[in-house]
T-cell receptor
Framework: QKEVEQDPGPLSVPEGAIVSLNCTYSNSAFQYFMWYRQYSRKGPELLMYTYSSGNKEDGRFTAQVDKSSKYISLFIRDSQPSDSATYLCAMSAVQGAQKLVFGQGTRLTINP | GAVVSQHPSWVICKSGTSVKIECRSLDFQATTMFWYRQFPKQSLMLMATSNEGSKATYEQGVEKDKFLINHASLTLSTLTVTSAHPEDSSFYIC???????????FGPGTRLTVT
């Protein structure tokens, strides 16, 4: 079993829809949770990071962490074609410059 | 701010040759840099953690004699793929830690093709 599971998709939705992306994990030691966006042939770009359980909102993006269920989500409101990319969840057990464990990534397409 | 560059962005080499990839943090100092490998439609797999002035720490299954990492300064780390083979063809991405809470910034990646 992988430490982090993420549905690879692809996921295709119309412009303006609310998108829900999810990851589950097995390591209860994970405390730091991140979402990255990766465009084709580019490096990942940090979108959101949260510590422990709870919600965090930044513009059209909301990240949720439920440690009791070992489940994290990223919601995108009012989705735009420019949001089309691969979204990777990542997590780690230790604070600081520590190695991240990534999910497989979900390929998302927003159709105009 | 927090820009990480990689050079080259794309390289083709012949089997048996060596290739060097540079990773630079342009506007901040990075005590720690990370090297990842990504195969098509797959996620990033950490290869090694590079600390300035010390030997890199390699993940299990990564050959340290094949993937040489040098972190000579707080803004530069290099990955050399020695005696490259076609199975080494992949997308190599570095990241740099801004010495802040989980602010790992990624470079744009280097696509290596070994023929």
């Amino acid at each position: 079993q992988k430490e982090v599971e993420q549905d690879p998709g692809p996921l295709s939705v119309p412009e303006g829809a609310i998108v829900s992306l999810n990851c589950t994990y097995s390591n209860s030691a994970f405390q730091y949770f991140m979402w990255y966006r990766q465009y084709s042939r580019k490096g990942p770009e940090l979108l959101m990071y949260t510590y422990s359980s709870g919600n965090k909102e930044d513009g059209r993006f909301t990240a949720q962490v439920d440690k009791s269920s070992k489940y994290i989500s990223l919601f995108i409101r009012d989705s735009q074609p420019s949001d089309s990319a691969t979204y990777l969840c990542a997590m780690s057990a230790v604070q600081g410059a520590q190695k991240l464990v990534f999910g497989q990534g979900t390929r998302l397409t927003i159709n105009p | 701010g927090a820009v990480v560059s990689q050079h080259p962005s794309w390289v083709i080499c012949k089997s048996g040759t060596s290739v060097k990839i540079e990773c630079r943090s342009l506007d901040f100092q990075a005590t720690t840099m990370f090297w990842y490998r990504q195969f098509p439609k797959q996620s990033l797999m950490l290869m090694a953690t590079s600390n300035e002035g010390s030997k890199a720490t390699y993940e299990q299954g990564v050959e340290k004699d094949k993937f040489l990492i040098n972190h000579a300064s707080l803004t530069l780390s290099t990955l050399t793929v020695t005696s490259a083979h076609p199975e080494d063809s992949s997308f190599y991405i570095c990241s740099a830690d801004r010495t802040s809470f989980y602010e790992q910034y990624f470079g744009p990646g280097t696509r290596l093709t070994v023929t």
